[in-house]
């Protein structure tokens, strides 16, 4: 019933800039955190940033990369400027309900598919 839809992931060149985008229903939408964490083979999910529905309040481990939101249209976006082949990962978008900015897959209880973000050197 809840549904997370990630798009926008693809294959770029080192350097370049990609959008990710994450459509959510089924939920009401600024009651939630929302994150991505990104995945490679053999290794643990990553968190790579997080937004509150409250308040704003935003957190991402690399400089690169900026989190936002549209609570009027549901989406919430990551924006990754200056790629690097370490980037490449399935990147997933997630909700968890609450005004923190939480940074542990534990404490999101809703997730998409995944979109492969593929950065070529």
């Known amino acids: 019933q809840v549904q997370l839809v990630e798009s926008g992931g693809g294959l770029v060149q080192a350097g370049g800039s990609l959008r990710l985008s994450c459509a959510v229903s089924?939920?009401?939408?600024?009651?939630?955190?929302m994150g991505w964490f990104r995945q490679v083979p053999g290794k643990e999910r990553e968190f790579v940033a997080a937004i509150s529905g409250n308040d704003g309040r935003a957190d991402s481990v690399k400089g690169r990369f900026t989190i936002s939101r549209d609570n009027a249209e549901n989406t919430v976006y990551l924006q990754m400027n200056s790629l690097k082949p370490e980037d490449a990962a399935v990147y997933y978008c997630?909700?968890?309900?609450?005004?923190?900015?939480?940074?542990?897959?534990?404490?999101?209880?809703?997730w998409g598919q995944g979109t492969q973000v593929t950065v070529s050197s």
């Open positions: 997630a909700a968890g309900y609450g005004s923190s900015v939480f940074t542990l897959p534990y404490q999101y209880g809703y």
């Open positions: 089924g939920l009401t939408f600024r009651s939630y955190v």
